[in-house]
């Protein structure tokens, strides 16, 4: 029951944590000006859309790569594993961020599977978790490099908003013409 479940998470949580997966030391920054980023979520997920019109809106041609898995249900964790590992074999990512939308606590139990929590830590690239709503907690939030509490704030972390680079550019060109 619930019980059971939540003395796993805690077990696991604390057994994660005393490798140092959680640690803070671990935690990479995020490029200022990434190319390229890649996308893991599930092809028929609102998140997916919600980020593409965050990233296209925010930072106008920015390369997305996207790699599909799913995000509920048993074969969920192998497959989001294997997600992160096509984007890390394909090399041109310096970003990716690791999406699902809310959905009830039995639906997110795939972001608290140890091979997911294990791909996050040892992914080479920074991972952004936008996973669930302000609520959800995950294995894999505390793993990424940086936890979003939604998938549209989790695209909102990894680009720049361009029109303020263009305003930052402008006020250092008037600083300079003074």
């Not at 639906?107 to 140890?114: A, P, T």
């Not at 995950?138 to 720049?160: G, I, N, W, Y």
Request: proline residues 6%; glycine residues 6%; aromatic residues 4%.
């Amino acid at each position: 029951g619930e019980g059971l479940r939540a003395l796993r998470y805690r077990q696991l949580r604390d057994r994660l944590a005393a490798e140092g997966l959680f640690d803070p030391a671990r935690k990479r920054a995020l490029p200022p000006h990434p190319t390229t980023i890649a996308v893991v979520t599930s092809p028929q997920a609102a998140a997916w859309g919600d980020i593409q019109r965050t990233l296209r809106r925010r930072y106008p041609g920015l390369h997305v790569l996207f790699s599909p898995a799913l995000v509920q249900g048993d074969q969920a964790p192998a497959s989001i594993v294997n997600a992160i590992r096509r984007v890390e074999q394909d090399g041109r990512s310096n970003v990716l961020i690791l999406s699902r939308g809310g959905g009830a606590v039995e639906d997110m139990v795939c972001f608290n599977d140890e091979r997911v929590v294990r791909a996050i830590a040892d992914c080479s690239i920074p991972v952004i978790a936008g996973i669930g709503h302000q609520r959800d907690e995950t294995l894999a939030d505390l793993a990424a490099d940086v936890c979003a509490h939604t998938p549209t704030a989790a695209a909102e972390q990894a680009v720049p908003l361009l029109a303020d680079l263009y305003a930052d550019h402008r006020e250092r060109a008037a600083n300079l013409q003074d």
